[in-house]
């Protein structure tokens, strides 16, 4: 009885001892894999009405996980990123949005809403709001504006809609990935949800060890579905399996075993869709270097740039905007008709600005083209008009693209205003919208 009472200490020391013994490990060495999450958990606390919002008083650097960005964000007593302390002198305008439009990418001076501080309109100087917060949906966005305008008054409100909020590609709806509305519909109906989501965040933001095995979990799922689409990919190959729907893949030639071994050892095999290719209202020229009149990479060394750019070839444009598009979801109209409500009831004016999302809508956009990656922008700007709510558009901006200049005298190009595999807004792209908003801003004499 003795050994099994000194085995079962040992096994309750060794269960106490290992725990305390990574966490003071993580704490100590914080390796950096693992860096960006933890600052991203600083950052962020739980928040009952839209399920996190930010630390108030915080002064963290995010680095980016993949090595892509690095950047210093700073939040006031209400939480609002880069915003300075409410000045009681100054009317306000705030803007409202997600991860884009709270700044992810650069610093907090860099931010396209920072950057609009102090704007002048008409002799009169405006104090912006950074409202925003990564992953809000339009549920988000309704709660986060009742809570604010409730605390000061607003003057106008520029609210920022997502492709996120709404929409989401097929393929990654097949895997299980919902549009932010959608997921805010589940979970906000789901109590066991929301108290097993404030737990979770609560044990993560104080336990590194929780914490890392949160993120380890996560990745190991995310690894198994990209496992589990190659797989599936290969059983397509040799004709073991119809052609995925996620994947969309086959090999240009017959299928089968011995056809699939005889291509992936002796050439290179190419990927094409399953779907019929179709066919585009438009030939597009293949992307040119400037400098050497030839097809390839811009070089940094361009003095003159190309405009409208030429567009690559992966890139589909339509000479038109589409007349017809799928009306809005119910969730999501009925948080647009909160904000709605909202401005009404606060004295405040609501003004839509939709953000050029991807590099493919400015591509379009400077040759006078339409693309079909702006449908969201258009399905929720005609929303807004048809209950009157002014809605601007800043496609019209992409043309002053080819007159902007590095600090070093380069030429910007398109590929400039993105984080390349991040999506956000570069330095330079920030600083392009913020001169963008405050030219469309000084129109609205009936507002300002």
């Avoid at 002064?59 to 409410?86: A, P, Q, V």
């Avoid at 293949?286 to 030429?310: F, H, M, W, Y």
């Avoid at 190009?413 to 000084?442: F, P």
Wanted: glycine letters at 6%; charged letters at 20%; aromatic letters at 10%.
């Amino acid at each position: 009885m003795s050994f099994i009472r000194n085995r079962l200490r040992l096994l309750l020391l060794l269960s106490i001892a290992i725990p305390v013994g990574l966490e003071c490990a993580l704490r100590l060495f914080q390796p950096a894999a693992f860096t960006y999450y933890r600052s991203l958990k600083e950052l962020h606390i739980s928040h009952p009405d839209y399920l996190v919002a930010l630390t108030p008083h915080a002064d963290i650097i995010l680095k980016d996980n993949k090595g892509l960005w690095e950047g210093r964000f700073r939040t006031n007593s209400l939480g609002m990123r880069g915003s300075r302390e409410l000045d009681p002198q100054q009317e306000k305008i705030a803007c409202l949005g997600d991860s884009m439009v709270m700044g992810f990418g650069v610093s907090d001076q860099d931010a396209f809403c920072t950057l609009l501080d102090n704007l002048e309109i008409r002799g009169k100087r405006y104090q912006t709001l950074n409202l925003a917060v990564d992953a809000f949906g339009s549920r988000g966005y309704a709660k986060r504006l009742d809570e604010v305008s409730a605390q000061t008054r607003l003057k106008a409100v520029l609210l920022f809609v997502s492709p996120n909020d709404y929409t989401m590609p097929e393929a990654l709806r097949a895997r299980g990935i919902l549009a932010d509305d959608e997921n805010d519909e589940i979970r906000f109906n789901d109590p066991a949800y929301l108290r097993m989501f404030r737990w979770r965040f609560t044990l993560t933001r104080y336990s590194y060890l929780a914490h890392a095995v949160l993120v380890g979990t996560q990745q190991v799922l995310i690894r198994a579905q990209l496992l589990q689409r190659n797989l599936r990919t290969e059983l397509v190959k040799m004709g073991l399996q119809d052609c995925d729907p996620v994947t969309n893949a086959y090999m240009p030639y017959e299928p089968g075993i011995w056809n699939w071994i005889r291509f992936a050892f002796y050439r290179s095999p190419s990927v094409a869709t399953c779907k019929v290719k179709s066919q585009q209202t438009d030939k597009l020229p293949q992307p040119v270097d400037i400098a050497n009149n030839s097809p390839g990479r811009r070089s940094p060394e361009t003095k003159t740039n190309q405009c409208p750019a030429a567009i690559p070839a992966t890139i589909r444009c339509l000479t038109e905007e589409p007349a017809a598009l799928a009306p809005l979801e119910e969730s999501t109209i009925r948080y647009y008709s909160k904000m709605i409500e909202l401005s009404q009831k606060r004295g405040f004016t609501l003004i839509v600005a939709p953000l050029p999302i991807q590099d493919q809508t400015l591509y379009c956009s400077q040759a006078g083209l339409y693309s079909p990656l702006y449908d969201y922008a258009l399905r929720a700007g005609k929303w807004f008009q048809a209950h009157n709510a002014i809605v601007l558009d800043l496609r019209n901006y992409t043309k002053e693209i080819c007159s902007m200049r590095h600090a070093d005298g380069r030429l910007v190009s398109i590929a400039d205003i993105y984080i390349q595999g991040d999506g956000h807004y570069t330095v330079t792209g920030n600083h392009w919208i913020a001169r963008a908003l405050a030219s469309e801003l000084k129109k609205l004499h009936h507002v300002f």
